[in-house]
């Protein structure tokens, strides 16, 4: 795996910023954990989350997009570098990420960096995604994954596994030198925690205390979410 990217580096320097989209049904510990990591790992300015309104790679959420657009709210007041849009959730359309970043780049401008978080799960399926390639264009990609388990090329699939190893970035510093293009990686605290978890404990009306703020847990229970039919 070659030490630096292979696109040229630009002396100008911004601080970036982290994306981190998703369904969040509903949000968790897990999540929280992943952004607040990712800006001390990542030297990032914040986290913008953006919650899906309509994701298309996966079935119909439970709850109503503006009741996870609430719990995103509520689990990221407190957290000054964490801002929430909710954009996705107005829009009529599916949430595809490459039209996000095409949106966010209108909104704030071609140079700042901006950098997508993503799991080693999802960053493995990335082919999969609607004009994957053009994401490269738009925004650096963050990639965490578990401690002891670095991200390895050989493990990705083939067109996947050549991008991988042309734009990564041994040193995150390098982020704030362009506006998007580059590939990190980061290890983070394995929390053993999943929204499906929490809805299968929910649906069976047991306990999901300590696997989610207590405000999203309160807003739950308020609304009886997750509840078995």
Known sequence: MSATATFSVSPKLFEPLGLFGGTFDPVHYGHLRLAEEAVAHLGLGGVRWIPAGQPPH????????????????????????????????????????VHTLERLRCELGGEKPLVLLVGADAFAGLTTWHRWRDIFSLAHVAVSHRPGFPVEAGSLPHDLATEYVDRWLADASGLKNLPSGGIVTFAMTQLAISATQIRKLLANGLSARYLLPDSVLDYIELHQLYKST
């Open 58 to 97: 996966r079935g119909k959420p439970q709850v109503t997009a503006a009741q996870r657009l609430e719990m995103v709210l509520r689990s990221t007041a407190k957290n000054a570098r964490f801002s929430v849009d909710a954009s996705e959730v107005e829009a009529a359309a599916p949430s595809y990420t």
